[in-house]
């Protein structure tokens, strides 16, 4: 069984940082594909980036290339979302997930139906 919760979200102005922290248990190839996921108020939930915990190899939608970092703490069982120059339309609850999916070259999917296990989120909101 894996268990996921999310903290960290908050109020920002645009341009500023956030960090995000996914506490997280249970066996690590049951969740060998970590991601977070966010869901803008009317929008469909989004795969923003994802890590293969045996290999490292991330993943990150075009929206946060360059402005998000995913990262893990095996040590602390703490998966990570460090999120920079934020923007107005990153307001959104995020969602911290995990799951064992068929890997595409190594890689996480990004797709929503692909995990079973997700935290209860957390809200970010940033204002301009």
């Known amino acids: 069984q894996v268990q996921l919760a999310e903290s960290g979200g908050g109020s920002v102005q645009a341009g500023g940082s956030l960090r995000l922290s996914c506490a997280y248990s249970?066996?690590?190839?049951?969740?060998?594909?970590m991601a977070w996921f966010r869901q803008a108020p009317g929008k469909e939930r989004e795969g923003i980036a994802n890590?293969?915990?045996?290999?490292?190899?991330?993943y990150y939608a075009d929206s946060v290339k360059g402005r998000f970092t995913i990262s893990l703490d095996n040590a602390k069982n703490t998966l990570y979302l460090e999120m920079a120059t934020l923007k107005p339309e990153d307001t959104a609850i995020y969602y911290c997930a995990g799951d064992q999916p068929y890997l595409s070259y190594g890689t996480c999917p990004a797709t929503r139906s692909a995990y079973g296990y997700w935290g209860q989120g957390t809200q970010v909101t940033v204002s301009s």
């Open positions: 890590i293969y915990i045996f290999g490292g190899r991330t």
């Open positions: 249970g066996p690590p190839y049951n969740r060998y594909c």
